[in-house]
């Protein structure tokens, strides 16, 4: 809403229908408090009369948990078939989004949004498949307990004692066109609980005392009902700056203050407080800065209390000269009903023409309860001696005066050449540049001053202070009247300047601060750049964080530093507390250190703490804590690394353990089923057996166990390269012997194809090469067509030599080659699935990392023709070695 009455035009933009997506589905959602309260019976009761009067209703799911009310009105509207999913061995019905989206119904009814779909669902949570039917342009109604809101987790733990697992984001609740609380009291909802009517007789005896207890229902109810009250609060905001209502809806009691650069301010913050307290309403301390007004330090002790007794800031820039207008203005756009201003100082002249502030508000703020605060009484402060830095104050006067006094003397010793006329020029370029250069106050004096000057040695007659003729009156007025305009808007845009550029040096020190913490890698790289960011503000800093119970320093700038005694209870103060103390704070301010808390809403993670030569100013508060926010930010950020890569490890251990006892369990039942056959036929039928029958069940047996020991072996080597147990002995080794060792220990009836040229060589260890190439061979033979080619060629280039092996086998499928060298992994390459663990190929890389050397998977073999089997090339690459 605009100060002159117009509607809000950000408001009538987001109200059009273009503004929202094309054909979005209208969300109507059931709140309460609690389970039982009735959300489901009241959405069937009237999604039956929507039904009844023709609207093509569908349940797309309903949770009745048995309850006879529920299924009863469920009974005459078509229901959703759920979809099955196989989960562990059992079969979970969830909702089908798919077939909700195909019959797209007029109405479509979801229960339990804050739902956690069964893995394998096209969402993790119900609300996602909500807001897919949503875009869709289906209307849905559905429900929710307020206990799963994510915001309200930590209260809901805190009252209850059990914190809610299935939550969902806050935003899914904006999203709502409508909202409509069931509500029900206490007792009423504890009877519910006693007749059966919401859980069995068993289950709602330990709920009593449990989760449903009087006071636990007591307060989630008034949770709902401010939750219910805050959409209410905002949509009527809404409509005030659509409809551009000049004044607020006495819908609640809500207390803005208005505080600025004065006595009154902390006096103004502590009335608000006491009045908000006594109206139960929420307030807000609010500060405009008038136009080309820096920010005042004198802001940082009414802010600091404010923000200490629980307060809402709102800083905020005025765009126009009408601070009354600017003030009023942020009051309505709150829906504000209580004003609360200090009766500053003013000038006679401007209370008796109504121009103070307070008279402003008081005229134009009609629609508001203003309350004015007296100006707290002025306490004598005891006389100090003047500190040799007030003599600066000096400066500027004497600048002026010298400026004046060169300017009369070169128009004095110009006297004959320069015009009187024109000397007046010179001064209002004097009046011009000091106002530019030193501010208002100074331009007003240097005007004054060169006025007089200009008519004592230029206007006749000479030496007198007195204007004869009308001309010289005219042009007396006139330079007067241009000397303080030019000064006055000169001064304004030296202010206007200044302000920028304090602005605009706050956010290029967010920014270096930004870019400067996010470099580091690790915490402690982290800690020490904060530390040195800080220095570079306030020479010496220190960053301390809770290690053991206590509060250690963990980075220093210079290092190292040491707190007092006195320091070091600020500091841990400010980490009790989460809030700012020591130098500069109302908090053990006689401590040389200023300490800021480095917290997020996740919690604290540290303090930073600062000891600057010179005062502290706001400037360098606000970098401070700019700084000390970013610095929390970028400690969250990294915490957060470190807590993704450890779930990610442990994520990927449990992928490898399920990996290996699925691969254990299907590959050794295979050997211990042929074992115990044999061993028990040899048992019981020893006798009747014949010699070679005997032979073979014992060699049935032997092969067994040696492929048990192959497993087990190929664990053990995976295991002992992960572990780096495996040293390399490098040496030359022939590679073409090297690679008839390999294939010695094949089956005979594999048919392997050699060429290499005699003499070459490679770097590595004999044995650890041998099992690499022994185990490609070995994955070769398994997935290549019995009968196959399984052709084995090297060759050097520029220092390397590389041995490809390649198969007729059916290849590996496109999405596979990624990760064909991973650890338990079998490729999907046909119904059949090979025996083993998935390991060969995985030791295989190990081995030839730890030589030095790579190993690379090509499918399809380009040597094999279209439109048959695709085969597969397997490259091992080692350094060429020289001639012995």
Request: charged residues 20%; hydrophobic residues 45%.
């Amino acid at each position: 809403m605009q100060e002159d009455g117009r509607p809000d035009p950000d408001a009538l933009l987001a109200a059009l229908p273009d503004a929202r997506p094309t054909q979005a589905g209208h969300l109507k959602i059931f709140l309460g408090a609690a389970p039982g309260v009735g959300k489901t019976w009241e959405m069937l009761v009237q999604a039956r009369r929507r039904a009844a009067d023709g609207l093509d209703v569908v349940a797309g799911i309903i949770e009745t948990h048995g309850r006879a009310d529920t299924e009863a009105q469920l009974a005459d509207l078509p229901v959703l078939p759920r979809r099955p999913i196989a989960y562990r061995g059992q079969t979970i019905p969830e909702f089908d989004l798919d077939a909700a989206l195909a019959r797209r119904p007029g109405l479509l009814l979801v229960d339990e949004l804050a739902h956690t779909n069964a893995p394998g669902s096209r969402h993790a949570k119900r609300w996602e498949d909500v807001a897919d039917l949503l875009a869709a342009g289906i209307p849905v109604w559905a429900t929710l307990n307020v206990q799963h809101l994510e915001s309200l987790n930590d209260d809901i733990a805190r009252i209850t004692g059990i914190r809610p697992t299935e939550t969902l984001p806050d935003r899914v609740l904006d999203m709502a066109d409508e909202i409509e609380l069931i509500d029900l009291p206490p007792a009423e909802l504890r009877a519910r609980l006693q007749g059966g009517k919401i859980y069995p007789p068993e289950t709602a005896a330990r709920a009593l005392d449990g989760f449903f207890r009087e006071g636990n229902l007591t307060a989630l109810r008034e949770v709902a009902l401010r939750r219910a009250a805050n959409r209410v609060d905002a949509d009527v905001r809404a409509l005030l700056r659509r409809a551009g209502h000049a004044g607020a809806f006495p819908t609640g009691e809500r207390i803005v203050a208005l505080v600025g650069p004065d006595q009154a301010a902390e006096s103004v913050v502590r009335q608000a407080k006491r009045l908000a307290d006594a109206l139960h309403g929420p307030w807000v301390v609010l500060h405009i800065e008038k136009p080309g007004q820096p920010a005042a330090t004198a802001l940082r002790a009414p802010l600091t209390i404010a923000a200490q007794l629980g307060a809402e800031l709102d800083l905020r820039a005025a765009a126009t000269p009408d601070l009354a207008g600017a003030l009023l203005g942020a009051a309505r756009a709150r829906n504000a009903t209580h004003l609360v201003i200090g009766r500053s100082p003013t000038p006679a002249w401007r209370r008796r023409l109504g121009l103070s502030l307070t008279a402003q508000l008081l005229r134009r703020g009609t629609d508001f309860v203003v309350h004015v605060v007296p100006a707290p009484t002025a306490v004598p402060a005891p006389r100090r001696p003047q500190r040799p830095a007030q003599s600066r104050l000096a400066l500027p006067w004497l600048a002026v005066g010298l400026a004046l006094a060169l300017v009369t003397g070169a128009g004095i010793w110009f006297r004959h050449t320069l015009p009187a006329a024109a000397a007046d020029m010179v001064y209002l370029a004097v009046t011009v540049s000091v106002a530019a250069l030193l501010g208002t106050r100074y331009a007003l004096v240097s005007a004054a001053l060169g006025l007089m000057l200009w008519d004592f040695f230029f206007v006749a007659p000479l030496y007198t202070i007195t204007i004869d003729s009308p001309r010289d009156l005219v042009t007396g007025l006139v330079f007067a009247a241009i000397a303080l305009l030019t000064g006055s808007l000169a001064g304004r845009v030296r202010a206007e300047v200044e302000a920028a550029s304090a602005r605009i040096e706050g956010l290029r020190r967010i920014a270096v601060f930004s870019r400067r913490l996010g470099q580091p890698a690790t915490e402690p790289e982290l800690l020490t750049e904060i530390a040195q960011q800080a220095a570079g503000l306030a020479q010496r800093a220190i960053v301390l964080q809770e290690r053991a119970g206590d509060l250690t320093p963990v980075a220093a700038a210079p290092s190292p530093v040491t707190l007092d005694e006195g320091s070091a209870a600020a500091a841990q103060w400010c980490a009790t507390h989460n809030q700012p103390t020591g130098l500069g704070t109302t908090t053990l301010p006689s401590a040389p250190w200023h300490f800021l808390p480095l917290s997020t809403v996740r919690g604290l993670s540290g303090v930073l703490g600062v000891n600057p030569d010179a005062p502290l100013t706001d400037p360098l508060g606000q970098a401070l804590e700019a700084l000390a926010d970013q610095a929390a930010v970028a400690l969250e950020r990294l915490a957060f690394a470190g807590q993704a890569a450890r779930a990610a490890a442990m994520e990927e251990t449990q992928s490898l353990r399920t990996a290996l006892l699925a691969s254990l369990g299907h590959d050794l039942r295979t050997p211990l089923t042929g074992i115990q056959g044999a061993a028990s036929t040899l048992r019981t039928a020893w006798e009747k057996l014949s010699p070679p029958s005997r032979a073979d069940l014992l060699e049935t047996i032997e092969q067994d166990v040696a492929r048990m020991a192959r497993f087990l072996g190929n664990i053990t080597d995976l295991t002992r390269l992960e572990t780096g147990q495996i040293l390399p002995r490098l040496g030359r080794v022939p590679v073409v012997t090297i690679i008839e060792a390999a294939i010695a220990r094949l089956p005979d009836s594999l048919s392997v194809t050699v060429n290499a040229p005699p003499g070459l060589a490679v770097q590595a260890d004999p044995a650890l090469l041998e099992q690499a190439l022994f185990n490609v061979l070995e994955n070769a033979r398994k997935y290549a067509p019995l009968g196959s080619l399984i052709a084995v060629r090297a060759e050097a280039a520029r220092g390397q030599v590389t041995i490809a092996i390649a198969d007729e086998g059916i290849g590996i499928p496109p999405e596979d080659l990624p990760h064909i060298f991973d650890s338990f992994f079998r490729a999907r390459r046909t119904d059949r699935t090979a025996a083993g663990l998935g390991l060969g190929l995985a030791i295989a890389r190990g081995l030839m990392r730890a030589m030095g050397g790579t190993i690379a998977a090509q499918s399809p073999n380009p040597a094999m023709p279209a439109g048959g089997m695709q085969g597969t090339v397997i490259r091992l690459t080692l350094p060429e070695a020289t001639q012995a």
